[in-house]
C-alpha cells in the first residue's frame, strides 16, 4: 500500500477511540452482568443436551439445570452443541460470553453492510464498534447474554446469507443452518421463495430465463435444512423421530404462552384473554400479519431503485413478522430490533426534509427495546400473575409485538409509496461496484 493509499490520520484515530469505547463498554456490560448474578440457564441446557446426546440418552425427556427446563430446539441444535461437554462450566460461560460479545459485533457490521449506509465522514469500522458498545445495553442483547441464548449467532446467520453477491453458491446455507437450530428462520427462504417466483414470473413475461438470486438462495437453504435433518435422522433416529412428529407440535413446552418474556402475538392474546391457551383466536390474526408481512418484505425486495434500503426493509420486514406470528418469542430473541434501529437511523439520515419525524422514529424505537418495559409488570413467581393483568400491565407486556406490527405498517407504506413513483434512470455501470450490496434486482433492473 502506498502512503497515499494508506488510511487518513483522523479516520484511523476515529477507529482508534472507537475501539476503546467499544472495548470499555463491553468490559462494563460483562462487569454488570456478574453484579447481576446472570445465571446462564439456557446455556446450562444447552450443555445438557450436548451429554445427552454424547451419552446417548434420550433428549427430549431430558430435563435440565434446577428449573427442570426441557429440549425445545430440532435434535441438531443437540449435535452442534456436543462440544460445550469438553468445558468446565466456568469455561464453557467465559467463552459464550466472549463469542456473543464477537457476534455482536457481527451483527451491527452485516445489519450495516445490509443497509448499505456509507458514513461520510467516519470509517466504517468506526461506526461498526461505535453501534455494538450502545447495543449491548438493549434488553434482547442483554437477556441474551444473561441466558447464554443463540439469538445472535441465527440473527448472524441470516444476515450473512442476505448480505452476500449474488452469484455466491453458499448464500442461503446460513439460513438453512439457522432453520436447523430454530426453525423459525425457515421464514426466510419462504420468502425468499415467494421473491424469486414472482421474479420469475414477471421476468419470463418479458421473454428473460426465471432463474434468479432469490430462487437460488432459497434452494441452498431449503437444502441445507433437509441436510440437517437428515444427518440428525441418521444419527438420533429416535430423537428425531420425537420432535417431527410431537414436540414441534407443543407450543407450551418452552414455557406458559402468557408469560411477560413471550413477546408474540398469542402471548398478547393469551394475556388480553386471561388464558394460558388461547386456543384458535390468536390463529387468524397471526396467519393475517404473516401474510401482510411476507407481501411487504417481498415487494420491499423487488422493489429495486425505487426503494432506497430496500433489501434492509426487507430483511428487517421478514425477520420481525416470524418473530410476531412465532406461538413463542422471547423477549432475547429480539436482537433484530438492532437492525431495526439501524435502519430507522439510515432512513433519517437519508430524508433530509422529513428528518425529525424519522430521527423521532428511530429513537422512540430505540427507547422501546432499551427500555425494558415489559419486565415493570408482576412476572415470574410461579403464580401466573400474567393471567389477571390491568390494562395498563397488558400495554407494558407487549411493547415488542406493538413495536413491530407498527414497523410492518411503517414498511407498508413506504414500500407501496416506492412502488407508486417511477424508477429512477440509472447510467449502464461499466462494472459492478465493490460495495454492491443488492438481495436482488428489481423493477428498473
Not at 440418552?57 to 469438553?86: C, H, K, S
Not at 467516519?122 to 439469538?151: D, F, H, I, K, S
Not at 437450530?181 to 418479458?206: W, Y
Not at 439510515?346 to 430521527?359: C, F, K, N, P, S
Request: charged letters at 15%; glycine letters at 8%; hydrophobic letters at 50%.
Amino acid at each position: 500500500m502506498t502512503a497515499t493509499q494508506q488510511t487518513p490520520y483522523p479516520a484511523r484515530r476515529a477507529t482508534l477511540v472507537a475501539a476503546v469505547v467499544c472495548v470499555l463498554s463491553l468490559t462494563g456490560f460483562w462487569l454488570a452482568q456478574r453484579a447481576a448474578h446472570v445465571t446462564m440457564l439456557d446455556l446450562d441446557v444447552y450443555r445438557a443436551e450436548g451429554w445427552t446426546v454424547r451419552t446417548g440418552g434420550d433428549l427430549y425427556d431430558m430435563r435440565a439445570t434446577r428449573a427442570l427446563l426441557p429440549t425445545t430446539y430440532p435434535p441438531f441444535a443437540a449435535v452442534l452443541f456436543i462440544p460445550l461437554t469438553w468445558l468446565s462450566t466456568g469455561a464453557m460461560r467465559v467463552a459464550a460470553n466472549l463469542v456473543n460479545l464477537g457476534l455482536l459485533v457481527a451483527l451491527v457490521h452485516l445489519s450495516l453492510r445490509l443497509i448499505g449506509h456509507r458514513p461520510a465522514r467516519l470509517p466504517q469500522a468506526a461506526v461498526t464498534l461505535g453501534v455494538a458498545a450502545v447495543a449491548v445495553w438493549c434488553e434482547p442483547v442483554w437477556t441474551t447474554m444473561r441466558y447464554g441464548q443463540v439469538n445472535l449467532l441465527v440473527a448472524v446467520l441470516v444476515l450473512w446469507d442476505l448480505t452476500r453477491r449474488p452469484g455466491n453458491r453458499w448464500a442461503g446455507a446460513g439460513i438453512g443452518i439457522a432453520a436447523g437450530i430454530k426453525l423459525t428462520p425457515a421464514l426466510f427462504a419462504v420468502f425468499l421463495g415467494a421473491a424469486g417466483i414472482a421474479l420469475a414470473v414477471r421476468r419470463l413475461r418479458s421473454g428473460g430465463t426465471g432463474w434468479n438470486v432469490h430462487l437460488q438462495r432459497a434452494m441452498v437453504a431449503g437444502v441445507t435444512f433437509l441436510a440437517t435433518v437428515a444427518l440428525t435422522a441418521i444419527a438420533l433416529p429416535h430423537d428425531s423421530r420425537r420432535f417431527w412428529t410431537e414436540i414441534i407440535f407443543s407450543a407450551d413446552r418452552p414455557g406458559n404462552g402468557e408469560d411477560t418474556a413471550n413477546q408474540s402475538l398469542r402471548g398478547v392474546v393469551a394475556r388480553a384473554l386471561h388464558t394460558g391457551d388461547p386456543a384458535s383466536g390468536w390463529l387468524l390474526l397471526t396467519a393475517l400479519v404473516a401474510c401482510a408481512g411476507l407481501v411487504v418484505a417481498v415487494a420491499a425486495l423487488l422493489a429495486g431503485d425505487r426503494l432506497p434500503h430496500g433489501p434492509a426493509w426487507a430483511a428487517v420486514s421478514c425477520g420481525v413478522t416470524a418473530l410476531v406470528v412465532s406461538p413463542i418469542s422471547w423477549s432475547h430473541h429480539w436482537v433484530w430490533a438492532v437492525p431495526l434501529v439501524l435502519l430507522l437511523a439510515a432512513e433519517a439520515i437519508r430524508r433530509r426534509g422529513r428528518r425529525r419525524r424519522w430521527t423521532v422514529a428511530a429513537a422512540l424505537t430505540g427507547l422501546t427495546f432499551y427500555s425494558f418495559a415489559l419486565w415493570y409488570v408482576p412476572h415470574g413467581t410461579g403464580h401466573r400473575e400474567e393471567l389477571h393483568q390491568s390494562v395498563g400491565q397488558m400495554l407494558l407486556s407487549a411493547v415488542y409485538p406493538a413495536a413491530g406490527v407498527a414497523f410492518l405498517a411503517v414498511a407498508g407504506v413506504v414500500t407501496a409509496r416506492a412502488w407508486l413513483r417511477r424508477p429512477p434512470v440509472r447510467p449502464v455501470p461499466v462494472r459492478a461496484p465493490r460495495s454492491a450490496l443488492r438481495v436482488g434486482d428489481g423493477p428498473s433492473a
